[in-house]
């Protein structure tokens, strides 16, 4: 069922302010509740992209999406960063998802946060419903927490992760069991490789700039993305053209040393997701493992049904669940 914005957010229509006693020493302000966010955590090609644009082109057509993947907000390697392409994107508008330029250096958590705090404001300015998705992190709790210290490293020191925060949010927390996730992301490696992810990076270092200045400059931002450290390596050693015979085994190299550093990936923001639930986040587990099962097995589009089968199982899950979820956040 699609909604309107207006009918679910009973507190930005005007009257509520003016609900505030006159009496009442307090500024009207005071009693203006928090912005509502919906933001999507999981793991990389745990489904957070599908799910948000499900949600925003199926369900809640006035909502924006503010990608928080730390590497998909530079433009470039879109094979590579896993991007979603634009004729995918079902009209949704997407923000900071390919905006920043690698060339201005890192796009830091203070940046993330100054940057998507504006585009929030924004949003809901136009009484429209901003959803965060993405899988990094260190960007979330930059951007959500009611008073951030960038000096801090909440999820590999010692530091308290903070249960305020400067939002109203709804968490939907994609999840899918480890053993199913990691075939999955291996077989997603493949995929990106034969989609091209190799000649993008010959591209890429192609492009780079002989300037020793400037390339140390750039080894932040972009340069970290998986695929990046690897394939280096393996281009500086064998460079497109080369037929050396142990070329093909340094591929090999860089091919496993992908899929080991993504599932590494993936482990690590399943540990952080698990601090920010015990630190108090409302997240809501939705658990993704049956849809990817059937995914494994009979494919999103292909054969014997197997399309109908996924689509079924995902919005029986997945996309279902969180509609609730996030309609009844939107009531409140
Ligand atoms: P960390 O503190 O480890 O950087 P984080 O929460 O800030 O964690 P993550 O999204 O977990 O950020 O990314 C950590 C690292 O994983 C990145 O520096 C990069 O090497 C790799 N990475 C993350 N997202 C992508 C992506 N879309 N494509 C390629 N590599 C990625």
Redesign the pocket.
Known sequence: MRLSLFSLLPHRHPNIITTTPRSSRMDASFHRRKDKVVVIVGA?GSGKSRLSLDLASLSFPFSELINS????VYNGLEI???KIPIHERKGVPHHLLGDVSPAHGEFS?SDFRRRAGEIISDITSRNKLPIVVG?????VHALLVERFDPGLNV??GDAEISPELRYECCFLWVDISFNVLRDYLLKRVDDMLDSGMVEELAEFFDRDSPDLELESASRTGLR????VPEFDRFFKLYPPGCHDSLRAGAYEKAVRAIKDNTCQ?AK??IQ?IHRLKAAGWDLRRLDATEAFRVLMTSGRDGGANGGDRWSDVWGRDVLEPSVKIVRRFLME
């Open positions: 990389t993947d730390k590497m998909q590579t960063t896993n958590p899988g990094s992190n260190s960007f999820f590999d970290k993305a998986i695929g990936l690590r923001q952080k």
